[in-house]
Each structure stands twice: as C-alpha cells, then as structure tokens.
C-alpha cells in the first residue's frame, strides 16, 4: 500500500475509515480503468457503477449460488441492462 500510495502521489490512510476509503478508491479506479480499456478488446462490459452495485449487494448478502446470485441482481434497481451474467 506504501508503493501504491508513493506512486500516485498520494498520502496513507491513517485509520480504519480513511483506509475502507482509500481501498474503495484503488477498486472504484480499477473498475473504471478496465471498463475504459473494453474498446482495446477487453471483455468487460460492465459499467464501473453497475460493478459497484453488485458488489455492495454481494457485501450484503455474502456468498450465494449462482443462480441466486443471478436472481438478486436482476431484482436490484438498475442491474437488470446493466450487469450481464455470464454462464
């Protein structure tokens, strides 16, 4: 994390809360980068908030089959044409 904070010209957290804000950040970025990068042939179709959104559900309903997993998304808000399951 000192590497990765050193590189991006950024600071340490230094608490829990400005850690869970600093690696939500590293993830929402990540998210982003990858979706932006689906136009170089990557597979990733998922917009970075619709990705969000599937793992805020899955935070709150830990793991899951599939198929209930599949059921879950479809019933949240948005997720429907936004998150493609794949098999």
Do not use: I, K, W
């Not at 400005?18 to 993830?27: C, F, N, Q, V």
């Not at 479809?74 to 794949?86: C, D, I, K, L, Q």
């Amino acid at each position: 994390m000192t590497v990765d904070a050193h590189t991006r010209g950024g600071r340490l957290p230094r608490d829990m809360a400005g850690l869970s804000a600093y690696l939500l950040d590293r993830e929402r970025r990540h998210r982003t980068r990858l979706y932006e990068n689906r136009m170089e042939g990557l597979d990733y179709a998922t917009p970075p908030g619709a990705r969000g959104q599937v793992v805020f559900t899955a935070a709150l309903t830990g793991a899951t089959a599939y198929a209930d997993g599949t059921t879950l998304l479809s019933g949240a808000a948005g997720m429907s044409s936004a998150f493609r399951p794949t098999a």
